[in-house]
């Protein structure tokens, strides 16, 4: 059987499977059995043709283009369509669906339909197991002048003989060949299709001729092979010349665009012929051969274009295999650094962490850093290195040669017990007993309790007295040694007003303006008498509705926002700031002054879940976002995308009549 395409009749299966064609272009069944089946009650109405395996099936069929999915019914019954059961007879088959976008097979029944090609198609046998829709594309060629200066025909001879030796002119007319192969030499082979033109014109003259042939798959070649003839009105018409063109492309022009125009000229042996081709698929097929389908697309099938090579190209926030699944990218401080993956997934980028991809970290083994990164974000240093950026290197060690440390989260060594010095090479016990009474310096030197002497700090040092080494009292008072006087223990007591260990803080307690309100404890600090605040106690705390208590700065009561806790924080409002405002978990919503949600810009809806951004280009469509945030055409534009102007909606096909009569 001819192209055509296999679909179920009520659409149940592409409805079940998510409108494969839709989504996935025309899908290949493989036909099982089949039987005619007849609504009527005539002689015939139960008549039954299985197709068992290596039988050939040979029946003629004619096909109805009609709107939406049509079917094919057998000759000689053409009714008007009002449903599917409407049909008087048609054509049911038991189908196994072929897709590489299903793990695995599907049998339902299903009927011809949706053929892509000519108005009417007779077929007159099946002979393949699976039947595809038709791919292709159309070349399209424009004659423009033709050119014979020497009125000579392909032999040599004049075309009309004229006094003084001189050629007359010849009554020119064409055959032409469109081929699909390369170096035509014949008008006989013409798979593209033939014209013979009418008479247009003698030897030198100007015309439009267009010529538009389909072809199912583009071999890369397009051939042209054309014959000039001289119109004789009482003898037979003689060859003028023959001229032939091939043109090689790479790939056509995709998706019905016609962007590239090819001018050649045909030289022939007598004569020049001047053209225009160009070659292009039909609207939706792509690639070398115009055999891939893709049907760009912005609905509930999928979001993407189709690029030169028919493969599907999400539009901006769409993924996945066919653009169904929604993911915005963010690179900034405020919404975070994200991408999507191929499954519309939101993952951090490279060097990004954490919840919304806020936290930097760039895992680095240099002299800027040695460390990996957590699942947040946070540097995770090597071993052996310490540091905000690990760039601190320190290994523990138990050696007499290297030293005796550990390393604290800073990466500095810390000495075991008892080592000392740079290296923690040295070796000193403090002790405070009769072996001596002294602690170690950072270098390991002994450094004797005060009262004691070197070299063991087992004597007392001048001027300190046994057994304990204890100092005299000697009664002092400047701001070196203290105001102080000694009692008769030898004790230090302090003068008025002074306080401490040594009675070098002055404070005296005040109850003024002017000083303060405040005590004195026993290291000389104030303490505010209640009521007061500030650094000196002079500050008075006077309670309000909106504060819980003053300890130097005021603490505003839940609701409240400083720094005077007279007005409402974020979500909250209405009498004492005791009513909230959710904003929902997109964060789309924003709280007026008086508690109302009001959508963000770009968002709709009930919930502000419905993003909608209006547009007026061809690239993304001419449409406003209604308050529910769906699109409304702008005046002119056609539904459902808004790319296509009203008055487009149907093309006229083109064509120069008159000028010449098919083959």
């Given at each position: 059987?001819?192209?055509?395409?296999?679909?179920?009749?009520?659409?149940?299966?592409?409805?079940?499977?998510?409108?494969?064609?839709?989504?996935?272009?025309?899908?290949?069944?493989?036909?099982?059995?089949?039987?005619?089946?007849?609504?009527?009650?005539?002689?015939?109405?139960?008549?039954?043709?299985?197709?068992?395996?290596?039988?050939?099936?040979?029946?003629?069929?004619?096909?109805?283009?009609?709107?939406?999915?049509?079917?094919?019914?057998?000759?000689?019954?053409?009714?008007?369509?009002?449903?599917?059961?409407?049909?008087?007879?048609?054509?049911?088959?038991?189908?196994?669906?072929?897709?590489?976008?299903?793990?695995?097979?599907?049998?339902?029944?299903?009927?011809?339909?949706?053929?892509?090609?000519?108005?009417?198609?007779?077929?007159?046998?099946?002979?393949?197991?699976?039947?595809?829709?038709?791919?292709?594309?159309?070349?399209?060629?424009?004659?423009?002048?033709?050119?014979?200066?020497?009125?000579?025909?392909?032999?040599?001879?004049?075309?009309?003989?004229?006094?003084?030796?001189?050629?007359?002119?010849?009554?020119?007319?064409?055959?032409?060949?469109?081929?699909?192969?390369?170096?035509?030499?014949?008008?006989?082979?013409?798979?593209?299709?033939?014209?013979?033109?009418?008479?247009?014109?003698?030897?030198?003259?100007r015309f439009h001729l267009r010529i538009?042939?389909?072809?199912?798959?583009?071999?890369?070649?397009?051939?042209?092979y054309v014959e000039s003839w001289d119109?004789?009105?009482?003898?037979?018409?003689?060859?003028?010349?023959?001229?032939?063109?091939?043109?090689?492309?790479?790939?056509?022009?995709?998706?019905?665009?016609?962007?590239?125009?090819?001018?050649?000229?045909?030289?022939?042996?007598?004569?020049?012929?001047?053209?225009?081709?160009?070659?292009?698929?039909?609207?939706?097929?792509?690639?070398?051969?115009?055999?891939?389908?893709?049907?760009?697309?912005?609905?509930?099938?999928?979001?993407?274009?189709?690029?030169?090579?028919?493969?599907?190209?999400?539009?901006?926030?769409?993924?996945?295999?066919?653009?169904?699944?929604?993911?915005?990218?963010?690179?900034?401080?405020?919404?975070?650094?994200?991408?999507?993956?191929?499954?519309?997934?939101?993952?951090?980028?490279?060097?990004?962490?954490?919840?919304?991809?806020?936290?930097?970290?760039?895992?680095?083994?240099?002299?800027?850093?040695?460390?990996?990164?957590?699942?947040?974000?946070?540097?995770?240093?090597?071993?052996?290195?310490?540091?905000?950026?690990?760039?601190?290197?320190?290994?523990?060690?138990?050696?007499?040669?290297?030293?005796?440390?550990?390393?604290?989260?800073?990466?500095?060594?810390?000495?075991?017990?008892?080592?000392?010095?740079?290296?923690?090479?040295?070796?000193?016990?403090?002790?405070?007993?009769?072996?001596?009474?002294?602690?170690?310096?950072?270098?390991?030197?002994?450094?004797?309790?005060?009262?004691?002497?070197?070299?063991?700090?087992?004597?007392?040092?001048?001027?300190?007295?046994?057994?304990?080494?204890?100092?005299?009292?000697?009664?002092?008072?400047?701001?070196?040694?203290?105001?102080?006087?000694?009692?008769?223990?030898?004790?230090?007591?302090?003068?008025?007003?002074?306080?401490?260990?040594?009675?070098?803080?002055?404070?005296?307690?005040?109850?003024?303006?002017?000083?303060?309100?405040?005590?004195?404890?026993?290291?000389?600090?104030?303490?505010?008498?209640?009521?007061?605040?500030?650094?000196?106690?002079?500050?008075?705390?006077?309670?309000a509705s909106t504060e819980l208590s003053?300890?130097?700065?005021?603490?505003?009561?839940?609701?409240?926002?400083?720094?005077?806790?007279?007005?409402?924080?974020?979500?909250?409002?209405?009498?004492?700031?005791?009513?909230?405002?959710?904003?929902?978990?997109?964060?789309?919503?924003?709280?007026?002054?008086?508690?109302?949600?009001?959508?963000?810009?770009?968002?709709?809806?009930?919930?502000?879940?419905?993003?909608?951004?209006?547009?007026?280009?061809?690239?993304?469509?001419?449409?406003?976002?209604?308050?529910?945030?769906?699109?409304?055409?702008?005046?002119?534009?056609?539904?459902?995308?808004?790319?296509?102007?009203?008055?487009?909606?149907?093309?006229?096909?083109?064509?120069?009549?008159?000028?010449?009569?098919?083959?």
């Amino acid at each position: 059987m001819g192209p055509g395409e296999i679909s179920h009749i009520w659409r149940q299966f592409s409805y079940k499977q998510g409108d494969l064609y839709h989504n996935e272009g025309p899908q290949v069944f493989r036909v099982r059995d089949f039987a005619f089946s007849c609504d009527r009650d005539t002689e015939s109405s139960r008549e039954h043709k299985r197709r068992d395996s290596g039988e050939m099936l040979r029946t003629n069929l004619k096909v109805f283009r009609v709107a939406g999915p049509s079917v094919f019914l057998r000759s000689g019954y053409e009714f008007s369509r009002r449903t599917h059961a409407g049909f008087e007879k048609m054509l049911r088959m038991n189908c196994t669906l072929v897709s590489q976008s299903l793990e695995r097979r599907f049998t339902n029944e299903c009927v011809v339909a949706s053929y892509h090609g000519s108005e009417k198609e007779t077929f007159d046998a099946w002979d393949r197991e699976s039947v595809e829709a038709e791919s292709g594309g159309h070349v399209s060629v424009v004659f423009k002048r033709y050119r014979n200066p020497t009125r000579r025909r392909y032999d040599g001879h004049c075309c009309e003989h004229v006094f003084w030796s001189r050629c007359g002119t010849c009554d020119t007319y064409l055959k032409i060949c469109l081929t699909d192969f390369a170096n035509p030499r014949s008008i006989k082979h013409c798979p593209l299709g033939s014209v013979r033109t009418k008479r247009l014109g003698r030897d030198d003259f100007r015309f439009h001729l267009r010529i538009t042939r389909a072809f199912t798959r583009f071999k890369g070649n397009i051939g042209l092979y054309v014959e000039s003839w001289d119109h004789d009105t009482f003898t037979a018409d003689d060859l003028v010349d023959k001229l032939s063109l091939t043109l090689h492309l790479t790939r056509p022009d995709p998706n019905n665009h016609v962007t590239s125009l090819y001018r050649r000229t045909l030289q022939g042996r007598r004569a020049s012929l001047s053209a225009e081709l160009n070659v292009y698929c039909d609207p939706h097929y792509y690639g070398t051969a115009c055999a891939t389908y893709c049907r760009a697309r912005d609905d509930q099938y999928g979001h993407y274009t189709c690029n030169l090579h028919g493969e599907k190209v999400c539009r901006p926030t769409w993924h996945g295999a066919n653009c169904l699944a929604r993911c915005v990218e963010y690179d900034d401080s405020a919404r975070g650094h994200s991408k999507c993956d191929a499954n519309g997934r939101r993952v951090c980028r490279e060097g990004w962490y954490g919840k919304n991809c806020l936290k930097y970290c760039m895992e680095r083994d240099d002299h800027q850093g040695h460390y990996t990164c957590d699942m947040m974000g946070e540097k995770v240093c090597r071993e052996g290195w310490y540091g905000d950026d690990c760039r601190i290197h320190c290994v523990p060690t138990e050696s007499d040669v290297q030293g005796h440390y550990s390393c604290d989260g800073a990466g500095r060594r810390v000495c075991n017990d008892g080592w000392h010095g740079d290296k923690c090479s040295v070796y000193c016990k403090e002790t405070d007993d009769e072996r001596g009474h002294y602690t170690c310096g950072v270098k390991g030197q002994r450094v004797c309790h005060v009262g004691w002497a070197l070299p063991n700090c087992k004597t007392c040092a001048q001027g300190y007295n046994p057994p304990n080494c204890t100092a005299p009292c000697v009664p002092a008072n400047n701001s070196t040694q203290g105001h102080y006087t000694c009692d008769k223990q030898d004790n230090k007591k302090c003068r008025m007003w002074w306080h401490g260990v040594n009675c070098t803080t002055y404070c005296v307690p005040h109850m003024d303006p002017v000083h303060g309100h405040y005590t004195c404890d026993s290291h000389g600090n104030k303490t505010c008498h209640p009521g007061w605040y500030g650094d000196s106690c002079s500050k008075k705390c006077e309670d309000a509705s909106t504060e819980l208590s003053c300890q130097g700065l005021k603490q505003c009561k839940p609701g409240f926002a400083r720094p005077d806790c007279t007005e409402c924080e974020p979500g909250f409002f209405g009498v004492n700031c005791s009513k909230s405002c959710l904003v929902g978990k997109l964060g789309n919503v924003v709280c007026g002054a008086s508690g109302e949600r009001k959508c963000r810009k770009w968002w709709y809806g009930v919930d502000c879940d419905v993003y909608c951004v209006p547009h007026d280009d061809d690239t993304n469509g001419h449409f406003t976002c209604d308050s529910n945030g769906s699109w409304r055409c702008i005046l002119g534009w056609a539904v459902p995308e808004c790319k296509l102007k009203e008055s487009h909606k149907a093309m006229a096909r083109e064509a120069d009549v008159g000028l010449f009569s098919v083959n």
